[in-house]
């Protein structure tokens, strides 16, 4: 059994295969009761509550399952509205399902670098667990979804969180994660690791909005199992400025025709460094994954997107999209799909394309009326509008109206 303890302590300084290194000491670690629970999202102040709508929060809550926030260490509300999903804070799961332990750190490794060690210390040593438990229950199909959001509050700190989701069998279940800061922050690091199970004929959808400071470090790890017959989808969307990123999800489709589907929005801004990816270990007989990205570039950003697709048993098939927009001769975008085949009869593929906007579509635009500007603005948010698949009416209208709300003032 893995003793995760050990394994972190000796991984607390490893740097990460991917992306600029950071010093974590730099940033400071913050009492997890520092800030008051609260009964209803929609009593923080009006400042945070207009961060939290540009990242698809509804203080309202008329259509969500529940609601969970965590300002810095604290989880300061977790409130479920559905009796087909569980939702509650990380430690109050643990005092309630014993099992719960045995999902822990199985689907992302606590010796991965120093930012999965560092989190598993908190816990371990200090039994500070900081993030958020959802479940659906088997058989239930909850069309509404589970918002959460991670907000950094404070200035230098490093706000840690460990989230576990298991949709149970032949459940449904949909999440919206937002995460921001406070107007006042300009400097922190943020460390989310999260883990995905689904069980057989399980369905999670899954949209992030990132709009974080522009000096703020951001470090995600996430990993995800499938089942047989379970269907992932992973929305991510970041068009603000941020000083690094580095995330590549894995999803693990060890089931029978499981299926992973990620689809990534990124803009760079100013002097951002954006290194996203998505890879998917195709391991299950019938198992399929699309990893298809947009991103485009601006000012001195830079960006890597990243692809990898593994299959190691025969009748797997994956295909690798990723398309990009050079906006300025200071920025740059690195395309890196990679098509990893170790079995005969799979069927994987991609493309990558990357160039500048045709001068053509500009000059179209401008001789009907719209300034240069305008139809900059206009071909890029045509660019990066994405089609959502597999996602309810209801729900897919909501990605929708992220995406477009995001895209606001490009």
């Known amino acids: 059994m893995r003793n995760v303890l050990q394994d972190a302590e000796r991984a607390k300084n490893k740097k990460a295969a991917l992306g600029q290194d950071i010093t974590i000491e730099n940033f400071t670690k913050e009492d997890k009761s520092a800030h008051e629970l609260i009964d209803d999202i929609g009593d923080v102040n009006k400042k945070t509550k207009d961060t939290l709508l540009k990242v698809g929060i509804d203080t309202d809550e008329s259509e969500r399952a529940g609601s969970f926030l965590q300002f810095d260490q604290s989880n300061v509300l977790s409130n479920p509205l559905s009796d087909s999903v569980e939702l509650m804070n990380l430690g109050s799961a643990l005092d309630k399902h014993s099992w719960l332990k045995d999902y822990m750190w199985s689907a992302v490794k606590p010796d991965s670098d120093k930012y999965t060690a560092r989190t598993a210390l908190r816990e371990q040593e200090e039994e500070e667990y900081s993030g958020y438990f959802v479940r659906s229950l088997p058989g239930t199909k909850e069309i509404y979804p589970i918002q959460t959001c991670m907000f950094i509050a404070d200035e230098n700190v490093m706000q840690t969180a460990h989230n576990i989701v298991i949709a149970e069998e032949n459940s449904e279940l949909h999440l919206i994660t937002g995460c921001a800061t406070g107007e006042d922050v300009a400097s922190a690091l943020h460390v989310g690791v999260s883990e995905f199970f689904l069980k057989p004929g399980a369905k999670i959808t899954f949209t992030m909005v990132h709009n974080w400071a522009e000096q703020v470090e951001v470090r995600p790890r996430t990993g995800i199992r499938l089942g047989d017959d379970s269907t992932y ?152 509008s994405m089609d959502i698949t597999g996602l309810p009416d209801e729900l897919a209208k909501e990605t929708q109206r992220m995406i477009d709300l995001s895209l606001e003032g490009m």
């Open 233 to 384: 989808i992973n929305n991510y969307i970041l068009t603000s400025p941020v000083k690094t990123i580095q995330s590549y999800p894995t999803a693990y489709c060890d089931g029978k025709n499981s299926r992973a589907v990620f689809q990534s929005i990124q803009s760079g801004q100013k002097d951002s460094i954006l290194d996203v990816g998505s890879r998917a270990i195709l391991n299950g007989d019938g198992s399929a994954a699309e990893v298809i990205s947009r991103a485009v570039s601006n000012d001195e950003s830079q960006i890597y997107s990243r692809g990898h697709l593994a299959g190691f048993v025969p009748n797997v098939r994956g295909h690798l999209e990723c398309h990009g927009l050079v906006l300025s001769d200071d920025s740059s975008i690195y395309a890196v799909p990679e098509l990893e085949a170790s079995a005969a009869n799979l069927e994987m593929s991609h493309e990558a394309a990357v160039g500048k906007i045709d001068e053509d579509e500009i000059y179209y635009l401008t001789s009907r009326g719209l300034t240069e500007e305008e139809a900059t603005s206009m071909i890029v948010r045509g660019f990066l």
